[in-house]
């Protein structure tokens, strides 16, 4: 069957990589036919597909289909144990998109810089980044399925990290906000695991494992080895919750075997370390050190890569201080310049309006004194008519023939001074 299904993606590989694509097809290819590939090709074949979708990105120029290639990418790293390599996928997909609006890719992006610091156990940064990745989220089309989906994602994650900081009250809330969007069956799991390690409900555990293990039978599960290998891990926790430890140990194996097949060196060790304890309470001190030394082996390799992840993650944030001084430098730089344009213009603005106000000023100044001199003018005018009018008076009543010639003098002076 496996080969049958290599034939078939190398066959469809072949032909997808000779059509040319838009930008339209490359966000489908990377986010619906992704997730359908994820649990039928293992996560090398996976990487390698992804690449060749994001090299037809970069031949169109789609920087974030580039990016959201990428975080696939990292995906399937992180979850394969490797943070170091997802770290720098990440970091490859953030560069491309920093001033991107894509609520769904940076939702993405922040949401596997969450499962990444998760798996380094450095809870607080993941609730972080997952916060951010919420918000992102809460942003998206509440009638796209994709959009939704993206959403049960974050909450089913953000619930994992609040059960690592020993808050399984918040934890529930975000499974119940994850299971109404779309019932996975590890999520719930983990809401039966909540019955039977906080409120300690047996009968309400073993109802929630049932609906989990019905929902594996399902097409959308059937085949998904992951989701099984939670389940079963969850339902080993519960068989020994019970005191059933024979079964818990039979359980717990099946589990190993799937996540081997998966490459899941997380959830092996998770249950390499409740194998040890349990073959201690049956008394095999063999199979006890068995798995205690499987679980320390692994441990320390995971520990190795995670250690070098950090230092990736310590580089990477002096870099970002480095930009961001550069970046606040030039900003001062700018402030400085654009306020010396500011204070020019202000000072040029005060001259300007200085000489207008003075010239204003001066023509008034003119306006008045020939205001003035019209005035002056008009009272000499007056006084002269009057002085003439009384002469005039006076020899009308003396009856002398003078009367009429001093009385068109006045007319005519008045006359001509107008």
Known sequence: MNKILLVFFILWCSELFSQHYTERNIDTLLIKTNKALRTRISDDDLIRWNKGVIKEAIRIGYREGEAMGYVNIANRFVFGGDVKKGLEYL???????????????????????????????????ALEYSSKAMNYGLKLRKDHRDCRLFLRYVYSNRSDYFYKVNQPDSAIIYLRKAVKIEAYPLDVANIAQYYTLS????????????????????????????????????????????????????????SVKLAKQVNRPKLILDNYKELSVLYKKVGNADKENEYLNKAISLQDSLNANQNQAVDLSINRLNQDRESEKVQFKNQNNTTLWYGGIVILLITLLTIYFYLRIRKKKKMLAESEKIIFEIG??????????NENYEIIVLLAKEK???????????????????
């Open 91 to 125: 970091n490859k997909a953030e560069d491309l998109v920093k001033n991107s609006k894509n609520n769904f890719l940076l939702g993405r992006i922040n949401q596997e810089y969450a499962q990444l610091y998760s798996k380094m156990d450095v809870s607080k940064l």
């Open 199 to 254: 409120e300690v409900r047996p009968d309400s555990a073993q109802y929630y494992f049932q609906n989990a293990f019905v929902l594996l039978e399902t097409g959308n599960f059937k085949y998904d080895k992951f989701q099984r290998a939670g389940v079963l891990h969850k339902y080993g926790l519960f068989l020994h919750s019970l005191g059933k430890n024979d079964q818990a140990i039979n359980t717990l194996n099946m």
């Open 376 to 385: 002056n003018e008009t009272k000499d005018l007056k006084r002269k008519l």
């Open 400 to 418: 002398k023939i003078v009367f009429f010639l001093n009385f068109r003098k006045p007319i005519r002076s008045y006359a001509k001074s107008c």
